[in-house]
């Protein structure tokens, strides 16, 4: 799946939601938040999915390997992906994963499930 520009078919009204990646920022410096920001277009309207930085050390603790910048992104848009085909709304535009959802994210990533 290409994380960075990508359409999703929506349950919730049967229109195709088209998602690109914006930006990814570190939340410290933004919300004093210790998470990576990821920023996506959803049809034009921003939406932040907020991973934890715990979950990055954790991954890296027990695999010996760092999440990239690239591997944030592509988190974030496969988790944007699942909730938009789960028909979830996007309110408020700042979604904050969990640590575990996170880490379960890299997994899939790294275990080629969402090649």
């Known amino acids: 799946m290409n994380c960075a520009e990508f359409e999703v078919h929506s349950p919730l009204d049967g229109k195709t939601v088209q998602c690109r990646f ?4 570190t939340g410290i410096s933004l919300r004093h938040s210790d998470t990576v920001d990821v920023e996506f277009l959803v049809n ?7 991973l934890p930085h715990a979950a990055f050390a954790e ?3 027990r695999t010996g390997c760092s999440l990239t910048d690239e591997d944030a992104i592509r988190m974030a848009g496969l988790a944007l ?3 938009l085909e789960q028909g979830e709304r996007l309110d408020p535009p ?3 994963l969990s640590p575990e959802q ?8 790294h275990s080629g499930a969402s090649r």
């Open 44 to 50: 034009g309207t921003g939406v932040v999915l907020a």
């Open 94 to 96: 700042l979604l904050t």
């Open 81 to 83: 992906k699942q909730l």
């Open 22 to 25: 914006h930006t990814l920022v």
């Open 102 to 109: 996170t880490l379960e994210l890299a997994g899939q990533l």
């Open 59 to 61: 991954y890296r603790q």
